[in-house]
């Protein structure tokens, strides 16, 4: 189902589109000089939403002209086994790319997991050695995580690349987003407060933001009226909740804000679904086909 789109709507499935098709070409041009980008997704046990994904994954992996290798692994699987099937992707030439999907069983420690990735084919950015260059601004070898990096790219459409003078407000402090997020708004210049669930006044502290970035994982947590008139929302929450007055069972996915409540707010704001999901994808690509420049000693476009 889509939402009521108006012109303040960032269309990410746009913007998303848009990068792909700049894969395709460059990796067009690679394939003449015998260059195919390979992107490894390893998933473990039949969680239904990360199977989905993880499919979106592959298929775009297979628009885009690579070879996209997915290994399916029992829930049950010894984390040796996951760690010696790593061990090969990262010797495996054919390979630029390795993806773990998360969450993983609990039995496996997710940490040991993702640090044995090679950080040169680590396009999730998760290892140690690209969260240390994305801190310290050695971004032109560094792999930034793809959530991030795609919202990053639709706040640049709305403020072009400077962000200085402007207040960031970054709500959620994971790894996979609220962090790297905040590195990449500071290195855009821009004022950045990470705020999170302990955070008091939180509603205070959002309404200061020229741009605010929602990764709880809470639907509706942020209040229409904690937004600034005029600011730019970038909503990276994915819930699935029940459809109210639907067949019961069915679902419907929504962000951390009210779109509707957020919308009559902001200057421009991202929808879910349709936003910063399909931008989290183009940049996978976009990472794996750098990976693959890198590796050969090839220029990338991004
Ligand atoms: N190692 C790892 N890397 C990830 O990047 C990773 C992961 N694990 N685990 C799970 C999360 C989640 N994630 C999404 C990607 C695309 C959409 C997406 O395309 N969403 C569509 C809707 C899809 C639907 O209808 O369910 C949209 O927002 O328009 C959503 C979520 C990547 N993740």
């Not at 003449?32 to 592959?58: E, F, M, R, T, W």
């Not at 040169?120 to 994305?134: A, P, Q, R, S, T």
């Not at 200061?208 to 009226?225: K, S, T």
Request: with cysteine; charged share 20%; aromatic share 4%.
């Amino acid at each position: 189902m889509t939402q009521a789109v108006n012109n303040r709507t960032i269309s990410g499935k746009d913007a998303a589109e848009n990068i792909v098709e700049r894969v395709k070409a460059r990796t067009a041009e690679l394939a003449g000089a015998g260059i195919k980008p390979g992107l490894a997704v390893i998933i473990v046990g039949s969680d239904p939403a990360s199977q989905v994904y993880v499919s979106a994954k592959g298929k775009k992996a297979e628009e885009c002209g690579f070879f996209s290798f997915k290994q399916q692994l029992p829930p049950e699987v010894a984390e040796d086994r996951l760690l010696a099937l790593i061990e090969a992707l990262n010797r495996d030439p054919a390979i630029h790319g390795i993806l773990v999907q998360l969450p993983l069983p609990s039995h496996i420690d997710a940490g040991k997991v993702v640090q044995s990735i090679a950080p040169e084919k680590d396009v999730d950015g998760f290892h140690f050695i690209n969260v240390g260059k994305l801190g310290t601004g050695e971004t032109r070898t560094a792999f930034v995580p793809c959530t991030p990096a795609g919202s990053m790219i639709l706040i640049e459409r709305i403020h072009g690349k400077g962000l200085s003078g402007l207040s960031a407000v970054v709500v959620g402090r994971s790894n996979i987003v609220g962090k790297p997020m905040a590195n990449l708004l500071l290195a855009a210049n821009a004022t950045v407060t990470i705020a999170h669930s302990r955070t008091s006044n939180l509603d205070a502290v959002c309404r200061q933001a020229d741009i605010i970035v929602a990764a709880v994982g809470r639907p509706r947590m942020i209040r229409g009226d904690w937004i600034k008139q005029g600011a730019t929302v970038i909503d990276v929450g994915i819930n699935r909740v029940l459809l109210e007055g639907g067949e019961p069972g069915k679902t419907r996915l929504v962000g951390d804000l009210d779109f509707g409540e957020a919308a009559a707010r902001a200057r421009a704001i991202t929808p879910v679904p349709g936003g910063v999901g399909p931008m989290t994808i183009a940049m996978l690509m976009a990472n794996t086909l750098r990976a693959a420049c890198l590796a050969h000693d090839a220029s990338a476009p991004f």
